[in-house]
């Protein structure tokens, strides 16, 4: 019997709807079943897309409070309007969820709305109906860890699905955790006129970053006025009197102590999300955080299921998932497909934003790898003067010996764009001499990473 498609993707997040469109656009007839109304996951609904929409609102604002009247430009004191602050972040969202139907719709995609159940390596339920399907690739994203410690009830416990619908700016707010999603909705706040307090597990913020710029990163955050307790675990949050009290221990000298809050954002994580998929009925095999598990070619231990994204191993980032979606697609169009995890940079959007790319200082040590380093201060930089935005700096790695580009890491105004550059240099296997004697047009902000290449020279 022929199966009613040559590819069903579960999920239709930037994983998943990248693969459905590149699969579609290779010839393959396909499917891309989804269990909420909105297409597009987490990243569209309530992750990247909303969340960015509000940094943007909230900067905007703070950039008329704090810098207008210095370049000449006078207005009234200007007033944070939250419900229209809101409604401008869900109609960004509507934008974008509406641009993956009408993609679906160009390339011929069938789009199911309906909770997936595999049944089979080839096949899958749909509520009543039953589909089938030479291949599966799992895109289902992931979901916040559990909490211990309280249950969201989003409107004074919230996760970070609540947190960017709260129907009142919080007088103070307490975030529990200082990775990306605790200091990205910390800076919306604090922006705004909220009180932030994070309290985080470990002795400094965002783990895994390169540690001089994570340090950078936190004297900076704390001049905007945040506040921040590391070294403390919170267990347990009650809430009386419609007031959150958050109760933490000390990691350091064991002492216990309760901080209360308007509202309080658990942002300790986040995990698989694989509920009801019927993964242990067909023996889909997972590691002991529930991660598929998959090969080189991103395939399960059933040859015909893929799995990629937040699902399966390696970062939760949405531009990760897209490139595994093409390259799954690819291969199943018999072409050749190529990932390069050491190049999938990373980049938190605060203000000033922060971005990585290859290997950090402590990775490059731990590998004992010979390395010089060049930096460059946004102090020196005439662009970023005239715009307000010096604080941070580029840094780069490189091979002591070969001068190739190992890693780069920035903290300051466009950093998450400028970071490509090193990227396509990375990818070309560049050393610090080609960004140095490439021509960068005066003035911008990428000037920074020139003169970070230049410092790597003798
Ligand atoms: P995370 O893993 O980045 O940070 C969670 C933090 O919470 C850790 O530092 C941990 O030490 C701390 N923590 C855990 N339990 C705690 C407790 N009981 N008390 C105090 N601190 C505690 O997780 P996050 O921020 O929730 O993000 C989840 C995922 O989403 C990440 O993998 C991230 O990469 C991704 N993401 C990426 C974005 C971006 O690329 N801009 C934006 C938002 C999310």
Redesign the pocket.
């Known amino acids: 019997m022929i199966p009613d498609f040559d590819l069903v993707v579960i999920g239709s997040g930037p994983g998943g709807y990248v693969c459905a469109i590149k699969a579609a656009q290779l010839g393959l007839k396909v499917a891309c079943i989804e269990g909420q109304k909105s297409p597009g996951g987490t990243c569209l609904n309530v992750?990247?897309i909303p969340s960015k929409a509000l940094l943007h609102a909230s900067e905007a604002y703070h950039e008329s409070t704090q810098n207008f009247s210095k370049m000449g430009i006078e207005i009234e004191t200007p007033k944070v309007n939250w419900s229209q602050m809101l409604k401008y972040k869900n109609e960004m969202i509507a934008q974008n969820t509406q641009g993956i139907e009408l993609l679906f719709k160009k390339n011929k995609i069938k789009h199911i709305v309906g909770w997936a159940k595999i049944i089979s390596p080839t096949s899958i339920k749909v509520g009543k109906q039953l589909i089938s399907a030479s291949n599966i690739v799992i895109a289902t994203g992931s979901k916040p860890s559990p909490f211990t410690g309280a249950t969201p009830d989003g409107k004074i416990i919230v996760d970070s699905t609540g947190a960017l619908n709260l129907q009142e700016i919080p007088k103070k707010l307490i975030v529990?955790?200082?990775?990306?999603?605790?200091l990205?909705m910390s800076s919306v706040f604090n922006r705004i006129g909220t009180e932030v307090t994070v309290?985080?597990?470990?002795d400094h913020i965002a783990?895994g970053m390169d540690k001089e710029i994570s340090k950078s990163f936190l004297r900076i955050l704390k001049k905007q006025g945040m506040n921040f307790i590391f070294n403390?675990?919170?267990?347990n949050i009650k809430v009386k009197d419609n007031i959150a009290l958050i109760d933490y221990l000390s990691r350091s000298n064991s002492t216990k102590s309760t901080l209360s809050a308007n509202v309080v954002l658990i942002?300790?994580?986040?995990r698989p999300f694989t509920d009801g998929l019927g993964l242990e009925d067909i023996n889909v095999a997972t590691n002991n955080t529930g991660q598929i598990i998959v090969n080189e070619k991103l395939q399960t231990n059933h040859p015909n299921i893929f799995a990629i994204g937040d699902v399966t191993t390696g970062?939760?980032?949405a531009h990760k998932a897209e490139d595994e979606g093409i390259a799954v697609a690819e291969q199943l169009a018999g072409q050749e497909s190529l990932l390069n995890y050491n190049l999938v940079p990373?980049?938190?959007?605060t203000s000033p934003e922060v971005s990585s790319v290859g290997k950090t200082e402590q990775e490059l040590k731990d590998e004992q790898i010979e390395f010089k380093v060049g930096k460059f201060s946004f102090m020196g930089n005439g662009r970023a003067k005239v715009n307000f935005s010096s604080d941070g700096f580029v840094k780069i790695l490189a091979d002591k010996k070969s001068d190739k580009i190992l890693g780069a890491h920035i903290i300051g105004p466009g950093a998450g764009d400028i970071i490509h550059e090193i990227c396509v240099a990375m990818e070309f296997g560049a050393s610090t001499e080609d960004i140095a004697r490439t021509c960068h047009a005066h003035p911008t902000v990428s000037e920074a990473v020139r003169e970070a290449a230049l410092a790597c020279l003798d």
């Not at 403390?232 to 267990?235: D, E, F, G, L, Q």
């Not at 990373?346 to 959007?349: F, P």
């Open positions: 992750g990247c529990i955790g200082g990775g990306v999603i605790g990205e309290i985080e597990y470990l783990v403390s675990a919170v267990n942002a300790t994580g986040r970062p939760m980032l990373s980049v938190i959007y």
